[in-house]
């Protein structure tokens, strides 16, 4: 009943980074349904998620107190039952609990490390960035974009000079080619996923790369179940025929890119005879699919985790950047760059600093001139000029007793990090755990201090999207009991560390971000406020933002784009005699990552309940399992118990595992080899036993 609601808030869906618009219906405190709004990235569109995914904010799970430790608790990171959690924990004053917050990091500099995250706002991943290198000196401090894009973002820089995408997948309207490699839009952009149909049905031609089948499968013009891990191979093969026959565009190329000749000699063996062998991808297939791409007026590359999640995950993005600039499809309408982002504010967060190598802005650490930029805004003195540490590199770091302090804001390592048992025994051995959330996660179950913190729908405060689109969320209900703003705690913990800070609001704080972030020019608080969303960059007060980038040159020396070849690298681990099959993991579209929300949201839980693998039927069979079975998957790392399905998009020789179950952790199986540039670890790919439970 759309009468049924005593108020309506503007806000954004917490959980992808399509970043769709919400309106948040509310009666007596309660978000009682969710609405699609005229956002430019959904135009009133929603999932499932974002339509029924938001009742978790009112779970009895919530924190509502903050938490101490009990000196007589049993082992940390044992499950805590969040129906007896007293047995482990004492609830406190907000006085007591951030005073021994601050009391565990105070003066420790480097054995202090930071998680923060994309699920919080541009202003909380700010300030989160900020405390760690102005209170402790360094730069440890990171979050998941670590685990997600980090590979894709090195390659952007690297080669365009800029981690953003050249334009909004909206723009695929204005394509009539379009690659969507290593992502799964119909489960995880489902909104996207919308558009890339649209597109298929009025005649775009859609070539989809993915070694699992998926539902753009049937609105595809080309459909390439290439051999996971063999992206470099097929790229390069594709690459291979436009130079070999001549379809690049040399106009462009001079104008607009450097180190052409290394790379179109580099792509000389790349026949697509010789890769088809590692690819499985039929020459005739690599040939048509090149002359496709090549021969578009406007064409759009699209990829996601399984582009970036391999220890080659830099290599595949710097083949799918060079693939467009030898065709020139970057800096017009219908044409440009674009990795699809996982978390509703992974862009924001990475773009406010939330980073070891970058300072807001992917400005560098290591430059004098900019550390001193921050340090004068900041009102204090200097901080490392060495790159801090990354998410697995900190976690190491502990095993290694360098860092024995950490505060994890949002983030839930001892669900999401590889190899997770490595992670949760680092958790382990750490003397100070300050974890700030809304629900007792695993990663709570180390912690020696909770700090209740507040769902997006009970603050303020702005975030990126996919298209560099800056959105406002606004707050509907109350948070629960005493748990409060995200920024409000992150200010009161910094008092305490005694670095003076006075923001009152979320609003102080973008100020202060726009002091050194070009990004926000023209962008301000008030104009968000009245306008929901601007797109950086913005080129005046006017301007609604530029949805296209680059279109007379890259931010980089004279302007130019870069090629930078790629080779051939196998997976870390191979199947063998063991470990016979391939493992890769990733999300469905009712649950959300490590499943702490989406699991507590009853609609979802209720259409997706239960762990899960998927596996192709003749692979069932030969295991003697019926679908609904209970299969064990065992990798070099450890062992899971799982219901097994049937699905004919999965290979003979892969089982696809969601991250979401923490009784079936799909991470206790990965490995956590990574990529060297990006440091982001190698999901998509480890080698594994499957047996009959
Ligand atoms: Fe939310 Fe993403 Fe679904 Fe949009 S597509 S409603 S942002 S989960």
């Known amino acids: 009943d759309s009468k049924d609601f005593d108020s309506e808030v503007e806000s954004i869906c917490p959980f992808c980074g399509v970043g769709c618009q919400i309106s948040l219906k509310v009666k007596d405190n309660k978000v009682k349904y969710v609405e699609g709004i005229n956002g430019p990235a959904n135009e009133g569109r929603l999932c499932v998620k974002g339509r029924f995914g938001f009742d978790y904010i009112h779970h009895d799970h919530r924190l509502t107190k903050p938490l101490i430790r009990r000196d007589d608790a049993p082992a940390k990171g044992l499950n805590v039952d969040p129906g007896n959690w007293q047995e482990f924990f004492r609830e406190a004053t907000w ?13 420790r500099g480097r054995e202090v490390a930071g998680f923060g995250s994309a699920k919080c706002t541009n202003e909380e991943a700010y300030l989160f960035q900020k405390m760690i290198r102005q209170g402790f000196g360094h730069n440890n401090v990171d979050h998941c974009t ?99 026959e001549g379809l690049y565009d040399q106009q462009y190329i001079d104008a607009y890119t450097e180190n052409w000749e290394a790379e179109k000699a580099h792509l000389t063996d790349f026949t697509p005879e010789k890769m088809s062998e590692i690819c499985g991808i039929a020459p005739e297939m690599l040939r048509d699919v090149a002359r496709t791409f090549a021969g578009a007026k406007s064409a759009m590359i699209f990829w996601g985790m399984g582009v970036s999640q391999h220890i080659h995950g830099t290599d595949n993005s710097r083949c799918l950047i060079s693939l467009a600039l030898m065709t020139g499809q970057v800096g017009r309408p219908g044409t440009g760059l674009h990795p699809l982002r996982g978390q509703n504010n992974v862009q924001g967060a990475s773009d406010a600093g939330l980073m070891p190598m970058f300072l807001p802005d992917y400005q560098s650490v290591m430059d004098d001139g900019v550390r001193s930029a921050f340090s004068d805004v900041w009102g204090s003195g200097d901080f490392s000029n060495e790159k801090g540490l990354t998410v697995t590199e900190i976690l190491d770091a502990v095993h290694a007793g360098d860092i024995k302090s950490m505060y994890i804001l949002g983030e839930n390592p001892a669900m999401s990090d590889p190899d997770v048992e490595h992670a949760r025994d680092a958790l382990a051995k750490l003397d100070h755990l300050v974890v700030q959330d809304i629900f007792l996660t695993e990663t709570a179950n180390f912690a020696d201090v909770i700090l209740p913190a507040s769902a997006f729908a009970e603050k303020s405060g702005t975030v990126t999207n996919t298209n560099r689109q800056v959105q406002m969320g606004r707050p ?102 063991e470990y016979p099959m391939i493992l890769t993991t ?88 990574v990529d060297p540039y990006g440091k982001i670890p190698e999901f998509k790919f480890a080698a594994v036993r499957v047996e009959k439970a």
């Open 146 to 244: 670590r685990l997600c894009h980090a590979s894709s973002v090195f390659a952007l820089i690297e080669n365009i000079g800029s981690g953003g995408v050249s334009a909004s997948f909206n723009e695929i309207e204005n394509a009539d080619v379009a690659i969507v490699i290593g992502a799964n839009p119909a489960e995880n952009h489902p909104v996207a996923a919308t558009y890339f149909k649209q597109f298929a049905k009025r005649g775009g031609k859609l070539i989809v790369m993915d070694p699992r089948g998926q539902a753009l499968k049937r609105h595809s013009s080309h459909m390439l179940q290439f051999r996971p891990g063999a992206d470099v191979s097929m790229l390069n093969a594709i690459m291979h025929v436009i130079v070999e």
């Open 586 to 673: 990733g999300r469905q579209l009712e649950h959300w990552h490590t499943g702490s929300m989406t699991r507590r949201a009853s609609v979802l839980d209720a259409m997706e309940p239960e762990a899960n693998c998927s596996l192709h039927p003749s692979t069932l069979r030969k295991l003697g399992v019926e679908p609904g079975g209970i299969l064990r998957l065992t990798t070099r790392r450890g062992t899971v118990d799982v219901m097994a399905r049937s699905d004919r998009a999965v290979a003979p020789d892969m089982v696809f595992l969601p991250f979401a179950y923490v009784e079936a952790a799909a991470n206790i199986l990965t490995n956590p080899a």
């Open 476 to 577: 509907a209900v109350p948070p629960p009991g005493d748990a409060r703003e995200d920024w409000w705690i992150e200010v009161e913990l910094a008092k305490r560390l005694g670095l003076g800070w006075t923001y009152e609001s979320p609003a102080e704080v973008f100020a202060e971000m726009k002091l050194n972030m070009g990004s926000l020019n023209n962008i301000s608080w008030d104009r968000l406020e009245r306008e929901n969303v601007v797109t950086y960059p913005s080129l005046s007060p006017t301007d609604p933002g530029q949805s296209i980038v680059f279109g007379s040159g890259f931010p980089r020396v004279d302007g130019r784009a870069k090629f930078t070849p790629a080779n051939v690298i196998a997976p870390n681990e191979s199947p063998d005699a």
């Open 95 to 107: 006085d007591e609990a951030l005073d021994m917050a601050a009391d565990g990091m105070k003066g």
